[in-house]
């Protein structure tokens, strides 16, 4: 699982491409892939509004495809890759899950999970820790917040 970093950007673009998904449905733009051997076995992008559940994160959407597509609920030998840190409920279904890699683009400083509020997939106290890295197109991944964010104050 040690990925260069043109691979790194290129998974971390198929996450962007995931949050543009969510963007046009009028979604928070977060998206994400699972990554397994090189190969992308689970995608999501944030969904709460178009199907009306509240835990239909990126992250979460991603882990039930990498389920099925495992066949199994470990998805040991991953790495998710999400346009930003996840949140409380995403780290701790990370950490449920046993991946055991998490690279992100940018950091959330009013929800984030993986270092900024809280550090859940590294503390010690739990039983599954988490290898994490950030900023892999950080510019990028928070110029798509920033831009949903923006266009939305100007609605209101």
Not at 9 to 32: K, N, Q, T, Y
Not at 84 to 94: L, N, Q, W
Not at 115 to 139: A, C, F, K, P, W
Request: aromatic share 6%.
């Amino acid at each position: 699982m040690n990925y260069t970093q043109e691979e790194k950007e290129a998974f971390m673009r198929e996450a962007l491409r995931e949050a543009e998904l969510a963007l046009s449905h009028d979604e928070i733009p977060i998206g994400c892939v699972l990554v397994k051997d090189g190969q992308i076995i689970g995608r999501g992008h944030n969904a709460r509004e178009e199907l009306e559940r509240a835990v239909m994160h990126a992250e979460i959407m991603a882990i039930e495809e990498a389920n099925a597509h495992e066949k199994s609920w470990r998805l040991l030998d991953t790495t998710l890759f999400v346009t930003i840190e996840p949140c409380v409920m995403c780290s701790g279904a990370i950490g449920l899950a046993r991946i055991p890699q998490v690279i992100y683009g940018a950091k959330n400083q009013k929800f984030g999970a993986a270092g900024s509020l809280y550090d859940i997939l590294t503390d010690e106290r739990l039983n599954h820790r988490v290898q994490v890295e950030s900023g892999v197109l950080e510019e990028d991944c928070a110029k798509i917040m920033q831009d949903f964010f923006r266009q939305r104050r100007k609605k209101k």
